[in-house]
């Protein structure tokens, strides 16, 4: 079995953060601003859109160079034939290593799998452009199924001090949404929620993808 390339997955997994970060930035701050209750202009409105990205950057880098070569390194420890059915489970361990949130163990099993099936329909080894596409559906299905988690989360921080939502209880959360709001609460802002992942999980595991591959292709090039 080849090495699985860790210093391609470190540089292109930096890559892939720092990339997300700052094309998305701009509109999580133009969100964040329409929800304030000064009001868009008031908040700040189209300017400073960018404050902050730096010191988001800086971090971004490490923490997704560090998630993706340990998703690589659990990936070829656990190897298994791809076509086993297995290889689910295999994402998903790796996964949950790198970075242990629902959202990734949702996310990641599905983007292999998609990626291996198209692989399968065209016979050969899925393009960049086409793993971003898969990155987009994963994240966008990812973003669906684990909304009542986010909504969750929300509640909790926004609770009174001294509430039964403040302790950080989340099934308790999910309770309390649940027996005032319904379904239709559990799955506040899933669309919205959807669209914006679905665009980073495009940018992020495309960058990714294009940015090991290119890395991998030198260093086989390299004398």
Not at 20 to 41: A, E, N, W
Not at 64 to 84: P, Q
Request: net charge neutral; hydrophobic share 50%; proline share 5%.
């Amino acid at each position: 079995m080849d090495r699985p390339g860790f210093t391609a997955s470190l540089v292109a997994g930096g890559v892939a953060g720092v990339s997300v970060d700052l094309i998305l930035f701009p509109l999580d701050t133009i969100k964040t601003r329409l929800q304030s209750p000064q009001g868009f202009y008031k908040a700040g409105g189209f300017y400073g859109v960018y404050a902050g990205v730096p010191s988001t950057a800086i971090g971004s880098f490490p923490n997704a160079a560090a998630f993706f070569v340990t998703y690589e390194y659990v990936k070829w420890i656990l190897h298994t034939d791809s076509s086993s059915y297995l290889m689910p489970v295999t994402h998903m361990l790796a996964a949950s290593v790198g970075e242990v949130i629902p959202f990734s163990l949702v996310q990641f099993p599905l983007w292999e799998s998609l990626k291996a099936l198209w692989s399968w329909r065209q016979d050969r080894v899925v393009d960049s452009w086409q793993a971003a596409v898969c990155g987009a559906f994963a994240g966008g299905f990812a973003a669906a199924v684990t909304t009542p988690l986010d909504v969750a989360k929300t509640r909790i921080m926004l609770a009174k001090a001294g509430s039964s939502t403040a302790s950080g209880n989340i099934l308790s959360a999910l309770h309390a949404v649940w027996r005032t709001q319904g379904l239709s609460g559990l799955f506040a802002g899933v669309f919205p929620r959807m669209a914006a992942i679905s665009l980073g999980g495009f940018i992020f595991l495309g960058v990714y993808d294009q940015t090991r591959s290119f890395l991998l292709e030198l260093g086989r090039e390299s004398p």
